[in-house]
């Protein structure tokens, strides 16, 4: 076909789909585009040597998007796009607990292969440096820019937003956070280098989310585990059991092979499984597993892991544990041993939710899914939900997801 009966022939059917109604949103996205753009195209030639293309690939992309309109299909959305009325962000220097209320916000495409993980409930315009969940509630820890003080907020379950301002001056040290019932429990990681102040435990009041009682303790916490009874501490060389009120000491095990000193093997990763306690112990890798009892803190079993190089972690639950890795998770069974393990490309976080594992993977394009993995290893769900932070808690079948600037509150699709 010559160039004059192609340009006719797209003019034709230009005509003829103009002469449909257009639906009201295609009109008012139309009148929000100005008249004159102000952004000049960069010169790749005479007007004469690309004009008839231009105006042809113009008019073909008119046709196909009013085509597309025409036809009814639903429009492209960001993954984390919000309804109007969003929550404000938490205050900088509240004098008393506030409350807010969210908004909902559409839920992603579902993926085409395997069925959905998560949909979208709500969002939250607040970051967190640390989150945990436990009876359908999200706690979080925002560090002031001062380094002086932190925001520390609740999501109840019908999605009012309390927050109060904590000043302390250890606040921008603060690296783990746990949740048991009516406490919270905030670890510190201390940098010698910037204070000579010790490492502490620190617990507070759920609903008030004031301080009610403090531990100095002889080193950085590498994590924290609670249960209804209990508070575990691990420190780089051994594991504590502490009163969850007092936080006076119940009892405490050194772990073998594990020192203080920088560069050499320690603790560096820990979690409250349910077969007991489990922490990963190495210089370079996590080279050994150890599972201990909760309540004495002796040595069950230790085994020596392979691709210690690789292991980032641990992620454990009331019915499941497994060992993380840049780009895999394995499960570990009642005796401490690892089996299956699964894919999962440029793993982000993980969170145990019962015998299934939420893993949280990159995908490219500045976009992340989120996979549902079962007790076989098994990938039984997958959801896109848009550039998270890395961050993810889990209770239930409720899960929060940082994005950005913002909190977003997702709910198992099969819980």
């Given at each position: 076909m010559s160039d004059d009966r192609f340009e006719e022939a797209v003019r034709a059917a230009a005509r003829r789909i103009a002469a449909q109604p257009a639906p009201d949103s295609l009109r008012t996205r139309l009148a929000l585009i100005p008249t004159?753009?102000?952004?000049?195209?960069?010169?790749?030639?005479?007007?004469?040597?690309?004009?008839?293309?231009?105006?042809?690939?113009?008019?073909?992309?008119?046709?196909?998007?009013?085509?597309?309109?025409?036809?009814?299909?639903?429009?492209?959305?960001?993954?984390?796009?919000?309804?109007?009325?969003?929550?404000?962000?938490?205050?900088?220097?509240?004098?008393?607990?506030?409350?807010?209320?969210?908004?909902?916000?559409?839920?992603?495409?579902?993926?085409?292969?395997?069925?959905?993980?998560?949909?979208?409930?709500?969002v939250y315009d607040f970051e967190a440096e640390l989150m945990a969940a436990s009876e359908s509630r999200l706690f979080g820890v925002r560090v002031e820019s001062s380094g002086g003080s932190a925001v520390i907020f609740r999501i109840d379950p019908n999605g009012t937003v309390t927050n109060q301002l904590v000043q302390d001056p250890l606040a921008a040290y603060y690296s783990s956070l746990v949740v048991n019932g009516s406490s919270l429990y905030i670890g510190?990681?201390?940098?010698?280098?910037?204070?000579?102040?010790?490492?502490?435990?620190?617990?507070?009041?759920?609903?008030?989310?004031?301080?009610?009682?403090?531990?100095?303790?002889?080193?950085?916490?590498?994590?924290?585990?609670?249960?209804?009874?209990?508070?575990?501490?691990?420190?780089?060389?051994?594991?504590?059991?502490?009163?969850?009120?007092?936080?006076?000491?119940?009892?405490?095990?050194?772990?073998?092979?594990?020192?203080?000193?920088?560069?050499?093997?320690?603790?560096?990763?820990?979690?409250?499984?349910?077969?007991?306690?489990?922490?990963?112990?190495?210089?370079?890798?996590?080279?050994?597993?150890?599972?201990?009892?909760?309540?004495?803190?002796?040595?069950?079993?230790?085994?020596?892991?392979?691709?210690?190089?690789?292991?980032?972690?641990?992620?454990?639950?009331?019915?499941?544990?497994?060992?993380?890795?840049?780009?895999?998770?394995?499960?570990?069974?009642?005796?401490?041993?690892?089996?299956?393990?699964?894919a999962t490309p440029a793993l982000q976080a993980a969170a145990a939710d019962g015998q299934a594992l939420l893993a949280l993977v990159y995908q490219g394009s500045s976009s992340e899914v989120l996979l549902r993995i079962d007790e076989a290893g098994g990938v039984v769900g997958s959801t896109e939900v848009g550039d998270t932070g890395g961050r993810i808690a889990v209770d239930g079948d409720d899960v929060w997801l940082l994005n950005g600037p913002s909190v977003i509150h997702w709910k198992l699709v099969t819980p």
């Amino acid at each position: 076909m010559s160039d004059d009966r192609f340009e006719e022939a797209v003019r034709a059917a230009a005509r003829r789909i103009a002469a449909q109604p257009a639906p009201d949103s295609l009109r008012t996205r139309l009148a929000l585009i100005p008249t004159s753009h102000p952004h000049r195209a960069a010169r790749r030639g005479s007007f004469a040597d690309v004009g008839l293309g231009g105006a042809i690939a113009a008019a073909v992309l008119v046709i196909v998007i009013v085509a597309i309109v025409s036809a009814g299909l639903p429009p492209l959305r960001g993954p984390a796009a919000a309804a109007s009325g969003s929550p404000k962000p938490i205050p900088s220097t509240p004098a008393t607990p506030t409350e807010t209320t969210p908004s909902a916000i559409p839920s992603i495409s579902a993926n085409p292969v395997l069925p959905d993980s998560v949909k979208q409930v709500a969002v939250y315009d607040f970051e967190a440096e640390l989150m945990a969940a436990s009876e359908s509630r999200l706690f979080g820890v925002r560090v002031e820019s001062s380094g002086g003080s932190a925001v520390i907020f609740r999501i109840d379950p019908n999605g009012t937003v309390t927050n109060q301002l904590v000043q302390d001056p250890l606040a921008a040290y603060y690296s783990s956070l746990v949740v048991n019932g009516s406490s919270l429990y905030i670890g510190t990681s201390v940098i010698s280098r910037f204070t000579d102040q010790a490492d502490e435990i620190i617990r507070l009041d759920s609903a008030t989310l004031s301080v009610t009682a403090r531990k100095k303790l002889r080193g950085a916490v590498i994590g924290l585990a609670a249960d209804a009874d209990n508070v575990w501490v691990a420190l780089a060389d051994r594991v504590l059991r502490v009163d969850p009120n007092s936080l006076a000491i119940r009892s405490t095990t050194a772990i073998p092979g594990a020192s203080l000193t920088l560069g050499e093997p320690a603790v560096n990763s820990f979690a409250h499984g349910p077969d007991g306690l489990l922490l990963t112990v190495g210089a370079a890798g996590n080279d050994v597993l150890y599972r201990l009892d909760p309540t004495d803190l002796s040595i069950l079993g230790q085994t020596n892991l392979a691709d210690a190089d690789q292991v980032t972690g641990l992620v454990a639950g009331a019915e499941g544990a497994w060992l993380t890795a840049a780009d895999w998770v394995q499960t570990i069974d009642s005796s401490g041993h690892t089996v299956t393990r699964t894919a999962t490309p440029a793993l982000q976080a993980a969170a145990a939710d019962g015998q299934a594992l939420l893993a949280l993977v990159y995908q490219g394009s500045s976009s992340e899914v989120l996979l549902r993995i079962d007790e076989a290893g098994g990938v039984v769900g997958s959801t896109e939900v848009g550039d998270t932070g890395g961050r993810i808690a889990v209770d239930g079948d409720d899960v929060w997801l940082l994005n950005g600037p913002s909190v977003i509150h997702w709910k198992l699709v099969t819980p």
